[in-house]
C-alpha cells in the first residue's frame, strides 16, 4: 500500500465520522453519553469487534 491510499483512507474515515454530529447532533450527543456510561470491558470488546470487522472487510476486498 502506497502513502497515497492510507492518505485516502485516512480521509474516508473521517467524512464517515463527520456525517452522525452533522446530520443529527442531538442523536450524536445521546450516543456519545451512552458510551461514556460503558465499562472499559465493554469499549475494549467493542473496540475488537472493530478491529475484527475492518480486518475481514479488507481481506474480503483483496
Given at each position: 500500500?502506497?502513502?497515497?491510499t492510507?492518505?485516502?483512507?485516512l480521509a474516508?474515515?473521517?467524512?464517515?465520522?463527520?456525517?452522525?454530529?452533522?446530520?443529527?447532533?442531538?442523536?450524536w450527543?445521546?450516543?456519545?453519553?451512552?458510551?461514556?456510561?460503558?465499562?472499559?470491558?465493554?469499549?475494549?470488546f467493542?473496540?475488537?469487534?472493530?478491529?475484527?470487522?475492518?480486518?475481514?472487510?479488507l481481506?474480503?476486498?483483496?
Amino acid at each position: 500500500m502506497d502513502s497515497g491510499t492510507f492518505w485516502v483512507a485516512l480521509a474516508l474515515v473521517l467524512v464517515i465520522e463527520g456525517l452522525l454530529p452533522l446530520a443529527s447532533p442531538a442523536a450524536w450527543r445521546r450516543m456519545f453519553t451512552q458510551i461514556l456510561q460503558l465499562r472499559d470491558g465493554q469499549l475494549r470488546f467493542f473496540g475488537l469487534c472493530s478491529i475484527a470487522a475492518g480486518l475481514f472487510m479488507l481481506w474480503l476486498l483483496s
